[in-house]
């Protein structure tokens, strides 16, 4: 899946930049993605990811046969990062194959919310 991941990238960044909102980082694991972008002034963050998953999901679809089952969860996570913090996010966000050979992504994202006092039921996490 690496070159298809490599082309998912670039055109995640180019599906973002159309949405006003540069990437400045995107990477991906065979579960989720990680994108760190410049939120649009013009576009809610419900519309971008709205945007995002639809033409995305049509793209890879096109990608080949071990693709055409391929759809987001219908869910996402949306934090904000502090411009100090822009190079460390977009390391870890390069590091992800590294990172998640330790920790799963939903672990990981239980951690996250809790670290942050952010609220969740587990039903309603899990696609």
């Not at 899946?1 to 065979?30: C, F, I, W």
Request: charged letters at 25%; zero cysteines.
């Amino acid at each position: 899946m690496l070159p298809v991941r490599e082309h998912l990238h670039a055109y995640l960044a180019t599906v973002l930049k159309n949405q006003d909102s540069p990437a400045l980082k995107v990477g991906s694991m065979s579960d989720h993605v990680h994108a760190l972008f410049r939120l649009s002034k013009n576009f809610s963050m419900a519309k971008i990811v709205e945007e995002v998953k639809t033409s995305s999901s049509k793209w890879v679809k096109t990608q080949g046969r071990a693709f055409s089952n391929l759809h987001w969860q219908s869910g996402y996570g949306g934090f904000s990062v502090s411009a100090a913090d822009v190079e460390e996010v977009v390391e870890y966000i390069a590091q992800q194959e590294t990172h998640h050979r330790v920790l799963s992504f939903q672990d990981e994202f239980r951690k996250l919310l809790e670290a942050h006092g952010i609220a969740y039921d587990e039903r309603y996490v899990w696609d």
